[in-house]
């Protein structure tokens, strides 16, 4: 059961406080007064409008050859998007499944269940520019973005090998010459329903941005949401299932001069999910049913658990753009570095099943100690002028990550007396250090037969 679903029962009250500009303007909880025009004028001509950059280049979406989904931050706001998983309510044949910070988007039916270092989903995910290679990351909060673009079909001669269903870029909003500021409270009850209990949803983020020097500009965004919990553990009687997570976004404009500009970025994320991996067996089929005294539902609201299950994700990552305008066209560097490490423990056979001191019982408990994946990326490229009827886009990228993948199934050191003292382990065990190399270069070259 997701959180979105559950307190939607519940009641929100949204509190938005915006800079005295802003109200002014009438632009209340919006940073950017561009945006709220353009947006004005999107709803009156429509897609026409509509400025994306699917082909590495800032062009109308209605110019791009394929299927393509765009929505600005006033759209999305609009649509209660809030998350990566809310994507799928303005995007049509977007699915977004996951758990805790696991997140894995289908795209017109592309997708993949494999997670883990290396194994990338085939739906590439961008944020200004810059690639997320990790599902085990994907669930983030989407708050300050200025737009989201969802190109559909293959995309790989410009987003990569990884993009053989589709890309999903996020436009975070860019540090302005104008200071503006945004808060944010957002507040739900779950009055609880059955075995459940009351719980309640919280929420605050906030947005600042503005010069600091005549050339330079900042800006920061942070967002914490804190979801108690609303499953009832029936081993131990007590409430289960809280989420706590907690990020930011900062970046640095510099603008050498009209043709020359450097963006900074630094974001962290640290999400501690206590409901992921939480669920029933169904029709309480387990294994565990074979051990005399286990404790089994079918319920929904309830869990049954040897040890809860919990995900706990950090992500954090820097990233360098710069871009220069010349008479050819304009040359983009992009330089990141992203690091993802992950501590689980699923509870696979959704029972309890009781240790004495003699046995070990045949509950199924899975654990992720330790994961963690890091990469590299650099890629440059030159978006060119139209030249007549011509026009290229053409770069280099090179990609390397490192990552261990840990696996541990029945750990009982812990857990019994005398498997303890045998010096026992678990009983199944491995672990994998992967490594990636990749580097790329491709052209794409346009010829506008309309004209």
């Known amino acids: 059961m997701k959180r979105v679903n559950v307190f939607a029962l519940g009641s929100v009250l949204s509190v938005v406080l915006g800079s005295a500009a802003a109200a002014a303007a009438g632009n209340s909880g919006n940073t950017n007064s561009t945006s709220g025009t353009e947006t004005e004028g999107q709803e009156v001509v429509g897609i026409e409008s509509v400025v994306v950059t699917a082909q590495r280049r800032e062009e109308l979406a209605r110019n791009v050859p394929f299927s393509i989904t765009t929505a600005d931050a006033v ?94 870029q996020i436009i975070t909003a860019a540090p302005s010459f104008t200071p503006s500021w945004s808060v944010e409270a957002t507040a739900g009850v779950f009055p609880g329903a059955g075995s459940s209990h009351v719980a309640s949803d919280l929420g605050v983020k906030g947005f600042l941005t503005g010069p600091l020097t005549d050339d330079l500009a900042g800006s920061i965004s942070v967002h914490l949401n804190n979801t108690s919990g609303y499953l009832n553990d029936i081993v131990r009687h007590d409430s289960y299932g809280q989420m706590r997570d907690f990020g930011g976004r900062a970046k640095l404009q510099y603008n050498v001069s009209d043709d020359l500009s450097f963006v900074l970025t630094g974001f962290y994320n640290d999400r501690d999910d ?29 869990i049954t658990a040897d040890q809860r299950p919990y995900v706990k994700t950090k992500t954090w990552g820097i990233s360098l753009r710069g871009d220069l305008d010349s008479d050819i066209g304009t040359f983009t560097s992009l330089t990141s570095y992203y690091d993802v490490r992950v501590d689980a423990d699923i509870n696979t056979d959704l029972a309890y099943a009781s240790l004495d001191f003699w046995q070990m019982g045949p509950g199924v408990d899975f654990k992720l100690p330790n994961y963690y994946e890091r990469s590299f990326s650099q890629e440059v490229y030159l978006s060119s002028h139209k030249w007549g009827p011509f026009s290229f886009v053409s770069g280099a990228n090179m990609y390397l990550s490192t990552g261990f993948q840990p696996g541990v199934i029945n750990d009982f050191r812990q857990a019994a007396p005398l498997p303890a003292l045998l010096g026992t382990g678990p009983i199944f065990q491995f672990s994998a250090l992967i490594h990636a190399t990749a580097y790329a270069a491709y052209t794409e070259l346009y010829y506008d037969a309309t004209n």
Not at 281 to 295: Q, R
């Open 75 to 168: 759209q999305l706001e609009k649509a209660g998007v809030t998350n990566m998983m809310d994507l799928q309510k303005v995007v049509p044949g977007l699915v977004m499944t996951g758990d805790g910070a696991w997140s894995m988007p289908s795209l017109r039916g592309v997708s993949t269940t494999v997670s883990g270092p290396t194994n990338d989903s085939p739906i590439a995910v961008y944020v200004d520019g810059i690639y997320q290679p990790n599902q085990l990351g994907g669930f983030f909060d989407l708050p300050n973005i200025e737009r989201v673009e969802v190109d559909k079909g293959p995309q790989g001669t410009l987003f990569g090998r990884n993009a053989t269903g589709g890309a999903i």
């Open 274 to 302: 206590d409901h992921a991996g939480s669920a029933v067996a169904l029709d309480g089929i387990s294994v565990a049913t074979l051990w005399p005294g286990s404790i089994v539902t079918s319920e929904p609201w309830e």
